[in-house]
């Protein structure tokens, strides 16, 4: 997909204040209170900024952590990986490649065959039942 590259006060007027905060200032949603934590149809997880692919439900897991998680992106190309240090730790980020919406993190403790876990806030999905 081609990269979309709007202002962030072009985000704002389309996203709802949490979306924003989450996707555009990198904030996060309490654990447990997501709709999409406990989603369990079939279908395609997408960005919810750009609407861009990104998670097949397929690769979705019961992490327990609170948030979607899953094991590998819908593809390479769908989701860049950032190292991120901010409070004092050392994280790696994920955000959209396509629009660059901060998505959450990963983390080296998910089930095989890729061993991650894409912990993946639900304000910054939308879900396209299949």
Not at 23 to 29: C, D, I, P, S, V
Not at 82 to 101: I, Q
Request: overall charge negative; aromatic content about 10%.
């Amino acid at each position: 997909m081609p990269k979309i590259e709007k202002s962030k006060e072009e985000w704002k007027k389309e996203l709802t204040p949490e979306q924003f905060h989450v996707m555009f200032e990198k904030g996060t949603e309490r654990a447990f209170t997501g709709a999409l934590v406990n989603n369990h149809e079939s279908g395609m997880y997408l960005c919810g900024a750009c609407k861009a692919p990104l998670f097949a439900s397929d690769t979705k897991f019961e992490s327990g952590s609170g948030w979607p998680s899953f094991w590998t992106p819908a593809s390479l190309e769908a989701v860049e990986l950032h190292e991120d240090r901010s409070y004092g730790m050392k994280r790696v980020e994920a955000t959209c490649a396509t629009c660059g919406a901060h998505l959450g993190h990963v983390f080296p403790d998910g089930p095989k065959p890729t061993g991650e876990r894409f912990c993946i806030n639900s304000a910054s999905l939308t879900f396209e039942k299949r």
